[in-house]
């Protein structure tokens, strides 16, 4: 059901292509079964309107990978090839001007505050100018002192 719901959403929210991670694999020794379980998500993107046929189904274990096992992170490196190749990459609007819908704010001593959302249009850098607007009838400006992406600091 939960595989069911996933592809769905991604559906219903415009998610353009999708790459499946069939996890647990080493705890299952019938190949047979495996095999099934891959032709009925298959069948449950053709059913949403995805290409059942041609989207990349990697099987592997997440936690033997993890546990280094050879095998299995090749199955993630696997993975991460297809969602290189068959992902594409979405358009952004970067020669327009900067724009980040904040999505959370935090106050972090020696820091000052953090915004966080996604960026929408644009490009940003350490020591640019940002105006802030729709928190008061009134805008402000600030300084960029750093950018991150999940909790990597980048340096541009």
Not at 31 to 41: H, P, T, Y
Not at 50 to 66: H, N, R, T, Y
Not at 85 to 111: A, L, Q
Request: proline share 5%.
């Amino acid at each position: 059901p939960q595989t069911r719901e996933h592809i769905l959403l991604s559906r219903n929210v415009g998610v353009p292509a999708l790459v499946v991670f069939l996890n647990k694999v080493d705890m299952v020794d019938d190949e047979e079964l495996l095999e099934l379980v891959e032709m009925e998500v298959r069948d449950l993107l053709s059913e949403y309107d995805f290409p059942g046929d041609d989207v990349p189904v990697i099987a592997g274990s997440a936690l033997k990978a993890l546990e280094g096992d050879a095998q299995y992170e090749e199955k993630i490196l696997e993975l991460m090839e297809a969602v290189d190749t068959y992902i594409p990459t979405p358009d952004r609007d970067s020669d327009k001007p900067f724009m980040m819908p904040v999505e959370d704010v935090f106050s972090i001593t020696g820091r000052g505050t953090v915004a966080t959302g996604r960026v929408e249009r644009g490009q940003i850098k350490v020591g640019d100018e940002v105006e802030i607007i729709g928190l008061t009838e009134e805008s402000s400006k600030t300084t960029v002192t750093g950018v991150e992406m999940f909790r990597k600091l980048l340096d541009y």
